[in-house]
């Protein structure tokens, strides 16, 4: 009795560390985009001030 409790504690922990890992993945994939808009307009804003010159 004393195995399963240890086993389903162990099960629970993984399943802890996939769901922040998930968590944290979602994060970074949603900031991408922001990140992706963030550099492309910075490079419009060099390309327009190279080319008014």
Same mark, same amino acid.
């Given at each position: 009795?004393? #195995? ?9 922990? #993984? ?39």
């Amino acid at each position: 009795m004393r #195995l399963t409790g240890k086993w389903n504690h162990k099960g629970q922990s #993984l399943i802890e560390y996939a769901m922040v890992a998930a968590i944290v993945s979602a994060a970074i994939i949603a900031m991408s985009t922001y990140v992706y808009r963030s550099v492309q307009s910075t490079q419009q804003m060099i390309q327009e001030e190279f080319s008014s010159h």
